[in-house]
Protein backbone atom coordinates (compact mmCIF):
# COMPACT_ATOMS: atom_id res chain seq x y z
CA UNK A 1 0.00 0.00 0.00
CA UNK A 2 1.15 3.39 -1.12
CA UNK A 3 -0.44 6.77 0.61
CA UNK A 4 0.00 9.74 -1.24
CA UNK A 5 -0.78 13.31 -0.11
CA UNK A 6 0.32 17.08 -0.32
CA UNK A 7 0.86 19.45 2.52
CA UNK A 8 1.48 22.96 2.38
CA UNK A 9 4.60 23.09 -0.07
CA UNK A 10 5.26 19.30 -0.52
CA UNK A 11 4.00 16.34 -2.29
CA UNK A 12 4.95 13.02 -0.35
CA UNK A 13 3.78 9.39 -0.77
CA UNK A 14 4.31 6.67 2.13
CA UNK A 15 4.92 3.24 1.40
CA UNK A 16 2.90 1.81 4.67
CA UNK A 17 4.35 -1.72 4.58
CA UNK A 18 8.82 -0.85 4.33
CA UNK A 19 7.89 2.81 6.45
CA UNK A 20 9.70 4.45 3.50
CA UNK A 21 8.82 8.12 2.81
CA UNK A 22 8.65 9.58 -0.55
CA UNK A 23 9.25 13.33 -1.46
CA UNK A 24 8.10 14.01 -4.71
CA UNK A 25 8.18 16.64 -8.02
CA UNK A 26 4.85 17.10 -9.86
CA UNK A 27 5.36 14.36 -12.23
CA UNK A 28 6.56 11.79 -9.82
CA UNK A 29 3.72 12.37 -7.73
CA UNK A 30 1.06 12.06 -10.64
CA UNK A 31 2.79 8.85 -11.47
CA UNK A 32 2.72 7.41 -7.88
CA UNK A 33 -0.66 8.49 -7.30
CA UNK A 34 -2.10 7.15 -10.42
CA UNK A 35 -0.30 3.71 -9.88
CA UNK A 36 -1.67 3.54 -6.29
CA UNK A 37 -4.76 4.00 -7.46
CA UNK A 38 -4.35 0.56 -9.74
CA UNK A 39 -3.89 2.28 -12.76
CA UNK A 40 -1.62 -0.01 -14.89
CA UNK A 41 1.96 1.56 -16.32
CA UNK A 42 1.12 1.78 -19.71
CA UNK A 43 -1.70 4.32 -18.32
CA UNK A 44 0.35 6.33 -16.36
CA UNK A 45 3.24 6.72 -19.15
CA UNK A 46 0.84 7.79 -21.77
CA UNK A 47 -0.86 10.18 -19.21
CA UNK A 48 3.08 11.20 -17.98
CA UNK A 49 4.44 11.63 -21.58
CA UNK A 50 1.18 13.66 -22.58
CA UNK A 51 1.99 16.40 -20.06
CA UNK A 52 5.10 16.24 -19.05
CA UNK A 53 6.85 14.50 -22.55
CA UNK A 54 7.92 11.23 -23.14
CA UNK A 55 11.74 11.08 -21.95
CA UNK A 56 10.26 12.15 -18.37
CA UNK A 57 7.26 9.94 -18.27
CA UNK A 58 10.09 7.05 -18.90
CA UNK A 59 12.56 8.60 -16.21
CA UNK A 60 9.71 8.53 -13.86
CA UNK A 61 8.85 4.81 -14.56
CA UNK A 62 11.97 3.92 -14.42
CA UNK A 63 13.09 5.24 -10.88
CA UNK A 64 9.81 4.33 -9.82
CA UNK A 65 10.40 0.51 -10.94
CA UNK A 66 14.16 0.85 -9.28
CA UNK A 67 12.48 1.99 -6.01
CA UNK A 68 9.98 -1.33 -5.90
CA UNK A 69 13.10 -3.59 -6.62
CA UNK A 70 14.67 -2.17 -3.52
CA UNK A 71 11.25 -2.75 -1.66
CA UNK A 72 10.51 0.78 -0.32
CA UNK A 73 7.79 1.44 -2.92
CA UNK A 74 5.09 -0.42 -3.68
CA UNK A 75 6.87 -3.10 -1.53
CA UNK A 76 5.00 -6.51 -0.57
CA UNK A 77 2.66 -7.03 2.60
CA UNK A 78 4.49 -8.24 5.50
CA UNK A 79 3.19 -11.10 7.25
CA UNK A 80 3.44 -10.67 11.03
CA UNK A 81 3.08 -13.44 13.87
CA UNK A 82 1.66 -10.88 16.48
CA UNK A 83 1.03 -14.16 18.96
CA UNK A 84 2.43 -12.54 22.64
CA UNK A 85 4.41 -14.68 25.33
CA UNK A 86 2.74 -13.39 28.44
CA UNK A 87 5.72 -11.54 29.35
CA UNK A 88 4.04 -8.02 31.29
CA UNK A 89 6.60 -5.10 30.88
CA UNK A 90 4.90 -2.15 32.24
CA UNK A 91 2.13 -1.16 35.12
CA UNK A 92 0.16 1.30 35.92
CA UNK A 93 0.13 1.94 39.45
CA UNK A 94 -3.03 3.95 40.60
CA UNK A 95 -1.85 5.24 43.97
CA UNK A 96 -4.81 7.15 44.07
CA UNK A 97 -8.47 6.42 43.60
CA UNK A 98 -8.98 9.99 44.66
CA UNK A 99 -8.09 13.66 42.99
CA UNK A 100 -7.88 17.43 44.64
CA UNK A 101 -9.07 18.72 41.30
CA UNK A 102 -12.64 18.11 39.47
CA UNK A 103 -11.77 18.37 36.04
CA UNK A 104 -15.42 18.27 34.17
CA UNK A 105 -13.95 15.64 31.26
CA UNK A 106 -12.76 13.42 33.42
CA UNK A 107 -12.47 10.02 31.98
CA UNK A 108 -11.79 8.50 35.63
CA UNK A 109 -14.75 9.93 37.09
CA UNK A 110 -13.35 12.95 39.02
CA UNK A 111 -10.87 10.34 40.20
CA UNK A 112 -12.36 7.44 41.57
CA UNK A 113 -13.13 5.96 38.59
CA UNK A 114 -16.58 4.84 39.51
CA UNK A 115 -15.90 3.36 42.85
CA UNK A 116 -14.64 4.17 46.27
CA UNK A 117 -12.27 7.45 46.75
CA UNK A 118 -9.05 5.36 48.38
CA UNK A 119 -5.35 5.35 48.84
CA UNK A 120 -3.38 2.95 47.52
CA UNK A 121 -1.47 1.13 50.87
CA UNK A 122 2.00 0.44 50.81
CA UNK A 123 2.19 -3.29 50.95
CA UNK A 124 0.11 -3.80 47.95
CA UNK A 125 2.34 -1.16 45.93
CA UNK A 126 5.20 -3.56 46.95
CA UNK A 127 3.01 -6.31 45.71
CA UNK A 128 2.53 -4.60 42.14
CA UNK A 129 6.23 -4.15 42.05
CA UNK A 130 7.05 -8.02 42.98
CA UNK A 131 4.61 -9.19 40.32
CA UNK A 132 5.89 -7.01 37.70
CA UNK A 133 9.24 -8.34 38.38
CA UNK A 134 8.26 -12.06 38.65
CA UNK A 135 5.58 -11.53 34.79
CA UNK A 136 8.45 -9.46 33.34
CA UNK A 137 10.17 -13.19 32.93
CA UNK A 138 13.48 -11.99 31.30
CA UNK A 139 12.64 -9.06 30.61
CA UNK A 140 15.58 -7.07 31.74
CA UNK A 141 13.87 -3.45 31.80
CA UNK A 142 10.45 -2.71 33.39
CA UNK A 143 8.24 0.09 33.56
CA UNK A 144 6.08 1.40 36.75
CA UNK A 145 3.73 4.60 35.65
CA UNK A 146 2.35 6.12 39.21
CA UNK A 147 -1.18 7.12 37.92
CA UNK A 148 -4.35 8.17 39.68
CA UNK A 149 -6.62 10.21 40.71
CA UNK A 150 -3.91 12.46 41.77
CA UNK A 151 -0.66 10.03 42.57
CA UNK A 152 1.30 12.44 45.16
CA UNK A 153 -1.55 12.76 47.28
CA UNK A 154 -0.16 9.41 48.05
CA UNK A 155 3.39 10.77 47.96
CA UNK A 156 4.84 8.26 51.20
CA UNK A 157 3.44 5.66 49.42
CA UNK A 158 5.13 6.53 46.17
CA UNK A 159 8.85 7.27 47.95
CA UNK A 160 8.78 3.55 49.48
CA UNK A 161 7.69 2.01 45.68
CA UNK A 162 10.19 3.46 44.28
CA UNK A 163 12.83 2.92 46.92
CA UNK A 164 11.82 -1.23 47.14
CA UNK A 165 11.60 -1.22 43.50
CA UNK A 166 15.10 -0.34 42.86
CA UNK A 167 16.42 -2.46 45.29
CA UNK A 168 14.25 -5.86 44.24
CA UNK A 169 15.14 -5.11 41.04
CA UNK A 170 18.86 -4.61 40.96
CA UNK A 171 18.76 -8.58 42.94
CA UNK A 172 17.54 -9.62 39.98
CA UNK A 173 19.72 -7.84 37.26
CA UNK A 174 16.99 -5.57 36.21
CA UNK A 175 16.21 -2.13 35.99
CA UNK A 176 12.25 -0.23 36.36
CA UNK A 177 11.90 3.04 35.08
CA UNK A 178 9.71 4.88 36.78
CA UNK A 179 6.99 8.06 35.45
CA UNK A 180 4.54 9.83 37.38
CA UNK A 181 1.79 11.87 35.72
CA UNK A 182 0.39 14.25 37.80
CA UNK A 183 -1.66 17.86 37.64
CA UNK A 184 0.78 19.75 39.55
CA UNK A 185 -1.50 21.05 41.75
CA UNK A 186 -0.05 20.66 45.18
CA UNK A 187 4.18 19.88 44.14
CA UNK A 188 5.80 20.62 47.16
CA UNK A 189 9.31 21.82 47.01
CA UNK A 190 10.13 17.60 48.97
CA UNK A 191 7.96 16.20 45.83
CA UNK A 192 10.25 18.05 43.16
CA UNK A 193 13.44 17.52 44.75
CA UNK A 194 12.60 13.68 45.30
CA UNK A 195 10.86 13.18 41.83
CA UNK A 196 13.75 15.13 39.93
CA UNK A 197 16.76 13.63 42.34
CA UNK A 198 15.42 9.73 41.35
CA UNK A 199 14.89 10.89 37.38
CA UNK A 200 11.34 9.73 37.07
CA UNK A 201 10.44 10.39 33.56
CA UNK A 202 7.65 13.21 34.22
CA UNK A 203 4.08 14.43 32.60
CA UNK A 204 2.05 17.12 33.70
CA UNK A 205 -1.67 18.46 33.08
CA UNK A 206 -1.81 21.91 31.51
CA UNK A 207 -4.72 22.50 29.26
CA UNK A 208 -2.71 25.73 27.69
CA UNK A 209 -4.27 29.22 28.04
CA UNK A 210 -5.57 30.29 31.06
CA UNK A 211 -9.16 30.54 30.12
CA UNK A 212 -9.25 27.20 28.59
CA UNK A 213 -7.80 25.36 31.54
CA UNK A 214 -9.97 27.19 34.11
CA UNK A 215 -13.35 26.19 32.28
CA UNK A 216 -12.85 22.35 32.74
CA UNK A 217 -9.26 21.69 35.56
CA UNK A 218 -11.04 23.06 38.59
CA UNK A 219 -11.04 22.81 41.76
CA UNK A 220 -13.21 20.50 44.07
CA UNK A 221 -15.35 23.88 45.48
CA UNK A 222 -14.75 25.55 42.23
CA UNK A 223 -12.29 28.09 40.76
CA UNK A 224 -9.86 28.14 38.22
CA UNK A 225 -6.04 26.04 39.32
CA UNK A 226 -4.21 27.24 36.28
CA UNK A 227 -2.00 29.31 38.11
CA UNK A 228 -0.80 27.53 40.55
CA UNK A 229 -0.75 24.56 37.88
CA UNK A 230 1.83 26.43 35.88
CA UNK A 231 3.82 27.58 38.72
CA UNK A 232 4.63 24.28 40.27
CA UNK A 233 5.35 23.24 36.27
CA UNK A 234 7.56 25.85 35.69
CA UNK A 235 9.39 24.83 39.16
CA UNK A 236 9.85 21.23 38.54
CA UNK A 237 10.87 21.37 34.97
CA UNK A 238 13.65 24.19 35.70
CA UNK A 239 14.74 21.85 38.51
CA UNK A 240 15.32 18.84 35.58
CA UNK A 241 17.19 21.43 32.98
CA UNK A 242 13.74 20.90 31.28
CA UNK A 243 14.79 17.44 30.18
CA UNK A 244 12.73 14.22 30.50
CA UNK A 245 8.78 15.45 30.87
CA UNK A 246 5.72 16.10 28.90
CA UNK A 247 3.35 19.19 29.07
CA UNK A 248 -0.09 17.59 28.56
CA UNK A 249 -3.00 19.06 27.61
CA UNK A 250 -6.97 18.05 26.70
CA UNK A 251 -8.68 20.53 24.03
CA UNK A 252 -12.42 20.29 23.53
CA UNK A 253 -14.99 21.33 21.21
CA UNK A 254 -14.41 24.72 23.03
CA UNK A 255 -10.78 24.99 21.59
CA UNK A 256 -11.02 24.04 17.95
CA UNK A 257 -7.92 26.65 17.82
CA UNK A 258 -5.80 24.37 19.89
CA UNK A 259 -2.64 25.76 18.03
CA UNK A 260 -2.95 29.16 20.32
CA UNK A 261 -2.82 26.65 22.99
CA UNK A 262 0.41 25.33 21.88
CA UNK A 263 1.69 28.74 21.69
CA UNK A 264 0.51 29.46 25.22
CA UNK A 265 3.09 26.11 26.57
CA UNK A 266 5.53 27.23 24.41
CA UNK A 267 5.50 31.19 25.52
CA UNK A 268 6.12 29.95 29.39
CA UNK A 269 9.09 27.84 28.29
CA UNK A 270 8.10 24.63 27.50
CA UNK A 271 8.74 22.66 24.50
CA UNK A 272 8.07 18.95 24.97
CA UNK A 273 4.34 18.75 24.30
CA UNK A 274 1.33 17.16 23.98
CA UNK A 275 -2.43 17.63 23.67
CA UNK A 276 -4.95 15.56 23.15
CA UNK A 277 -8.51 15.36 21.76
CA UNK A 278 -11.28 14.59 24.68
CA UNK A 279 -12.69 11.19 24.26
CA UNK A 280 -16.24 11.30 25.05
CA UNK A 281 -19.96 9.98 24.17
CA UNK A 282 -20.82 12.39 21.10
CA UNK A 283 -24.15 14.31 23.09
CA UNK A 284 -21.54 15.17 25.79
CA UNK A 285 -21.38 18.67 25.84
CA UNK A 286 -17.46 19.32 25.17
CA UNK A 287 -17.24 16.27 22.35
CA UNK A 288 -15.74 16.88 19.04
CA UNK A 289 -17.92 16.07 16.74
CA UNK A 290 -17.20 15.00 13.17
CA UNK A 291 -18.44 18.27 11.67
CA UNK A 292 -15.41 19.58 13.50
CA UNK A 293 -13.00 17.50 11.25
CA UNK A 294 -12.06 20.02 8.38
CA UNK A 295 -11.35 22.80 10.99
CA UNK A 296 -9.44 20.14 12.92
CA UNK A 297 -7.09 19.21 10.28
CA UNK A 298 -6.83 22.55 9.54
CA UNK A 299 -6.07 23.27 12.18
CA UNK A 300 -3.28 20.57 12.68
CA UNK A 301 -1.55 21.67 9.68
CA UNK A 302 -1.24 25.08 10.89
CA UNK A 303 0.35 23.49 13.64
CA UNK A 304 2.67 21.94 11.77
CA UNK A 305 3.38 24.72 9.71
CA UNK A 306 4.21 26.47 12.76
CA UNK A 307 6.53 24.05 14.38
CA UNK A 308 8.91 24.02 11.25
CA UNK A 309 8.81 27.70 11.12
CA UNK A 310 10.06 27.48 14.77
CA UNK A 311 12.50 24.93 14.10
CA UNK A 312 14.00 26.78 11.27
CA UNK A 313 14.91 29.84 13.34
CA UNK A 314 16.39 26.99 15.89
CA UNK A 315 13.81 26.68 18.50
CA UNK A 316 12.82 23.04 18.55
CA UNK A 317 9.21 22.29 19.86
CA UNK A 318 8.33 18.26 20.24
CA UNK A 319 5.01 17.66 20.15
CA UNK A 320 4.45 14.25 20.84
CA UNK A 321 1.90 13.38 17.98
CA UNK A 322 3.99 14.55 15.01
CA UNK A 323 7.65 13.18 16.04
CA UNK A 324 7.57 9.94 13.94
CA UNK A 325 10.49 7.74 13.98
CA UNK A 326 10.80 6.38 10.52
CA UNK A 327 14.42 4.97 10.93
CA UNK A 328 15.14 3.34 14.44
CA UNK A 329 11.70 2.90 15.78
CA UNK A 330 9.74 0.23 16.86
CA UNK A 331 9.84 -2.97 15.16
CA UNK A 332 6.86 -4.06 12.95
CA UNK A 333 5.15 -6.23 15.22
CA UNK A 334 5.33 -3.54 18.27
CA UNK A 335 3.74 -1.12 15.83
CA UNK A 336 1.16 -3.02 14.83
CA UNK A 337 0.08 -4.38 18.63
CA UNK A 338 -0.01 -0.80 19.54
CA UNK A 339 0.09 0.12 23.35
CA UNK A 340 0.12 -3.38 25.13
CA UNK A 341 -3.18 -3.18 27.07
CA UNK A 342 -4.11 -6.16 28.03
CA UNK A 343 -0.81 -7.95 27.45
CA UNK A 344 2.64 -6.46 28.22
CA UNK A 345 0.98 -3.17 29.98
CA UNK A 346 -1.70 -3.50 32.65
CA UNK A 347 -3.24 -1.59 35.45
CA UNK A 348 -3.70 -1.97 39.33
CA UNK A 349 -5.91 -0.47 41.14
CA UNK A 350 -5.28 0.47 44.72
CA UNK A 351 -7.11 -3.22 46.20
CA UNK A 352 -4.53 -4.69 44.27
CA UNK A 353 -6.67 -5.74 40.92
CA UNK A 354 -5.36 -5.70 37.28
CA UNK A 355 -7.29 -4.29 34.53
CA UNK A 356 -6.24 -3.79 30.63
CA UNK A 357 -5.11 -0.53 30.91
CA UNK A 358 -5.93 2.20 33.32
CA UNK A 359 -8.91 3.46 31.36
CA UNK A 360 -10.65 0.31 31.97
CA UNK A 361 -10.16 0.84 35.61
CA UNK A 362 -13.44 -0.61 37.91
CA UNK A 363 -15.06 -1.94 35.41
CA UNK A 364 -15.70 -5.29 36.78
CA UNK A 365 -16.19 -7.30 33.53
CA UNK A 366 -12.64 -6.31 32.43
CA UNK A 367 -10.77 -7.22 36.06
CA UNK A 368 -8.14 -9.81 35.20
CA UNK A 369 -6.40 -10.83 38.49
CA UNK A 370 -5.00 -9.64 41.76
CA UNK A 371 -1.27 -8.80 41.96
CA UNK A 372 -1.11 -11.31 45.05
CA UNK A 373 -2.35 -14.06 42.68
CA UNK A 374 -1.32 -13.03 39.30
CA UNK A 375 -3.42 -12.88 35.73
CA UNK A 376 -6.40 -14.65 34.84
CA UNK A 377 -5.57 -14.72 31.34
CA UNK A 378 -8.71 -15.62 30.21
CA UNK A 379 -10.54 -12.53 31.17
CA UNK A 380 -7.35 -10.69 28.63
CA UNK A 381 -8.23 -12.86 25.77
CA UNK A 382 -10.86 -10.83 23.94
CA UNK A 383 -7.75 -8.29 23.51
CA UNK A 384 -6.13 -10.91 21.51
CA UNK A 385 -7.03 -9.78 17.52
CA UNK A 386 -7.79 -6.02 18.47
CA UNK A 387 -4.21 -4.92 16.97
CA UNK A 388 -4.18 -3.15 13.80
CA UNK A 389 -3.63 -6.31 11.60
CA UNK A 390 -7.00 -8.25 12.69
CA UNK A 391 -9.25 -4.98 12.77
CA UNK A 392 -10.98 -4.96 9.73
CA UNK A 393 -11.67 -0.71 9.37
CA UNK A 394 -7.49 -1.03 10.05
CA UNK A 395 -6.50 -3.28 7.16
CA UNK A 396 -6.80 -0.46 4.34
CA UNK A 397 -5.75 2.56 6.42
CA UNK A 398 -2.21 4.42 5.86
CA UNK A 399 -1.31 4.95 9.41
CA UNK A 400 -1.65 1.94 11.00
CA UNK A 401 2.23 1.22 11.53
CA UNK A 402 1.76 4.52 13.74
CA UNK A 403 -1.12 3.34 15.49
CA UNK A 404 -1.61 -0.48 16.26
CA UNK A 405 -5.18 -0.37 16.03
CA UNK A 406 -6.19 2.69 18.08
CA UNK A 407 -6.94 2.93 22.00
CA UNK A 408 -8.96 0.05 23.04
CA UNK A 409 -11.00 2.07 25.79
CA UNK A 410 -11.64 4.59 23.46
CA UNK A 411 -13.46 1.91 21.61
CA UNK A 412 -15.26 0.43 23.94
CA UNK A 413 -16.60 3.55 25.33
CA UNK A 414 -18.00 4.75 22.46
CA UNK A 415 -18.82 1.71 20.28
CA UNK A 416 -19.07 -1.00 22.95
CA UNK A 417 -17.09 -2.84 20.88
CA UNK A 418 -13.20 -3.70 21.21
CA UNK A 419 -12.93 -4.47 17.30
CA UNK A 420 -14.54 -1.35 16.13
CA UNK A 421 -12.38 1.82 16.48
CA UNK A 422 -13.48 5.18 17.93
CA UNK A 423 -13.76 6.59 13.90
CA UNK A 424 -13.12 9.87 14.54
CA UNK A 425 -10.38 9.55 16.91
CA UNK A 426 -8.81 7.59 13.82
CA UNK A 427 -9.92 10.33 11.56
CA UNK A 428 -7.65 12.66 13.15
CA UNK A 429 -4.55 10.14 14.36
CA UNK A 430 -4.55 9.93 10.22
CA UNK A 431 -3.93 13.92 9.95
CA UNK A 432 -1.47 13.73 12.85
CA UNK A 433 0.58 11.10 10.84
CA UNK A 434 0.23 13.47 7.94
CA UNK A 435 1.58 16.13 9.61
CA UNK A 436 4.41 14.43 11.09
CA UNK A 437 5.37 12.69 8.10
CA UNK A 438 5.79 16.47 6.27
CA UNK A 439 7.78 17.67 9.23
CA UNK A 440 10.35 14.26 8.85
CA UNK A 441 10.61 15.41 4.85
CA UNK A 442 11.59 18.90 6.10
CA UNK A 443 14.28 17.81 8.34
CA UNK A 444 15.47 15.59 5.65
CA UNK A 445 15.23 18.16 3.36
CA UNK A 446 17.08 20.82 5.24
CA UNK A 447 19.86 18.06 6.24
CA UNK A 448 20.57 17.46 2.20
CA UNK A 449 20.91 21.47 1.81
CA UNK A 450 23.25 21.65 4.63
Not at 53 to 74: C, H, M, N, P, S
Not at 129 to 150: T, W, Y
Not at 425 to 448: P, T
Request: glycine share 8%; aromatic share 10%; with cysteine.
Amino acid sequence: MVHTFSLHDLKLALDVESGALHILDDPSYQAVEMLARGKSASVVQQTLAAGWGQKTAEQVLAEIADLQAQEILFSKKRELALTTDNVVKALCLHLAHECNMRCTYCFASEGHYGGTRGLMPLTTAKQAVDFLLEASKERRHCEIDFFGGEPTLNFAVLRETVAYGKEQAAKLGKIIKFTITTNALHLTEEMIDFINGEQLSLVLSLDGRQTVHDRFRVLPGGGGTWQQVLANSKKITAARQHNNYYLRGTYTRHNLDFTEDVKEMVRHGFTSLSLEPVVLKPEAEQALQEEDLPRLFAEYEKLAALLWEWEELGKKVYFFHFELDLHQGPCAKKRALGCGAGSTYLAVTPDGKLYPCHQFAGQAEFCAGHVADGVDYRQLSRFQGVDSVEKEACRACFARFFCGGGCHAAAWNINDDLQQPYALGCELHRKRVECGLYLQAKRALAALNG
